[in-house]
């Protein structure tokens, strides 16, 4: 077994018992808001389900990370915002967008490549933006949201607004210099943002244990002076607890570090096989996936029976096959649209070059134009 494999395995199943044994917890979260997190995550969960599918059928092209094990974190964090507030989020981002309201539809065509999705199909998996739902985009280089959400935390002090900003992140997210340095503004100038430090024990294949000298990341917000906390990620209630103290504060002028501990049930992209895992960790992982662990907890609340359960399931497995009807019918975007949402505003000279053309015409070769007199001379 791998360095700390042991430890990790071992955590995980020990999670996974305490929430199978656990007592209805000290919440602020009703029976209503709870059948309503586990709706959440059981679309989210079918969705990626879905999308992992369309992947193989090559009807998604490019890059593709899924939610899958984030379900938990995704339900209960989204649902801690107001409307109002901002979102921002790295390319593992699909959940995040259903959660915050976009039309799993749109999404579905998003990944498609298809005219009707988020971003109009120029997008695709990494890159969702909606500004009417204020779901400010996911970002394929790592931490690249990271002093965008600090700038639009920095815009709405400077406006004197009552909006938050949440900015989403991997573990891995924490070793660039963006991060320390986005920490550090938000923390002089106390700006109202939320960074949420998704950590599921691995940046792609290496451990946290192994690239992070301190592993409980939230301990680094001490270094800014800023309030921290780390939660159980696989429980969407204590996320979404733990997430309204923190954008409580963020919204006072106290930036907030919070991080969710969650396990990544699959690779790190749909291709990647995972075998870095032992057979020990993946069976762990699956013993303590959110989406059932949940509904154990409620089942035993007596907030879920059977066949509500089934009947949830079957609710999103309808959803998510009109979101799949709803791709396939959706339109290629032409091309002439490529560049047309590349600018926010007008900007003089932006280049509209295809891909393959060149970046300036060729000039003219020295003697181009006495070529057919040189060659009929030589032919004498």
């Known amino acids: 077994m791998p360095p700390n494999a042991a430890a990790r395995?071992?955590?995980a199943t020990s999670t996974s018992t305490a929430r199978r044994r656990r007592p209805a917890p000290d919440t602020t979260v009703s029976s209503a808001?709870?059948?309503?997190?586990?709706?959440?995550?059981?679309?989210i969960r079918r969705f990626e389900e879905r999308a992992a599918r369309a992947y193989t059928e090559a009807k998604v092209g490019?890059?593709?990370h899924l939610n899958l094990g984030e379900e938990a974190t995704v339900?209960?964090?989204m649902a801690s915002l107001d409307e109002t507030d901002y979102v921002y989020t790295n390319y593992r981002e699909h959940g995040y967008a259903i959660a915050r309201g976009i039309e799993p539809g749109?999404?579905?065509?998003?990944?498609y490549g298809r005219s009707d999705g988020v971003s109009r199909g120029w997008g695709g998996s990494m890159h969702m933006f909606d500004v009417a739902s204020r779901f400010m985009g996911g970002y394929g280089i790592v931490g690249g949201q990271v002093p965008l959400a600090t700038g639009t935390a920095l815009a709405i002090d400077y406006r004197g607004g009552r909006e938050a900003v949440v900015c989403v992140?991997?573990?891995g997210t924490t070793n660039i210099g963006a991060?320390?340095?986005?920490?550090?503004?938000a923390a002089l100038w106390s700006l109202p943002i939320v960074y949420v430090v998704i950590n599921n024990g691995l940046g792609m294949g290496t451990t946290v244990e192994q690239s992070s000298a301190e592993p409980e990341l939230h301990k680094r917000a001490a270094s800014y002076r800023m309030a921290s906390a780390r939660v159980d990620g696989n429980d969407p209630e204590a996320v979404y607890d733990a997430a309204r103290t923190a954008l409580a504060g963020a919204r006072s002028g106290k930036p907030y570090l919070l991080e969710t501990v969650s396990g990544?049930?699959?690779g790190h992209s749909v291709v990647d096989p995972a075998t870095y895992r032992t057979k020990e960790e993946a069976a762990a992982l699956k013993a303590a996936d959110p989406v059932a662990a949940y509904a154990v907890t409620l089942h035993d609340r007596g907030l879920l029976t059977d066949e509500s359960i089934a009947e949830i399931d079957a609710d999103a497995m309808s959803a998510v096959a009109r979101a799949v009807e709803f791709a396939d019918a959706s339109p290629h975007p032409d091309v002439s649209t490529l560049f047309d949402y590349t600018y926010a505003t007008p900007v003089p000279n932006d280049s509209r070059r295809l891909p393959g053309a060149a970046l300036y015409p060729a000039p003219p070769r020295p003697g181009a134009e006495d070529a057919g007199a040189v060659r009929i001379g030589a032919a004498r």
């Open 9 to 11: 395995s071992a955590r």
């Open 62 to 64: 490019g890059y593709c």
């Open 106 to 111: 749109r999404v579905m065509a998003e990944l």
């Open 169 to 171: 992140m991997g573990d």
């Open 75 to 77: 339900a209960g964090l």
């Open 179 to 185: 991060f320390h340095e986005s920490l550090n503004i």
């Open 264 to 266: 990544r049930l699959k």
């Open 33 to 43: 808001e709870a059948l309503g997190f586990y709706r959440q995550m059981v679309l």
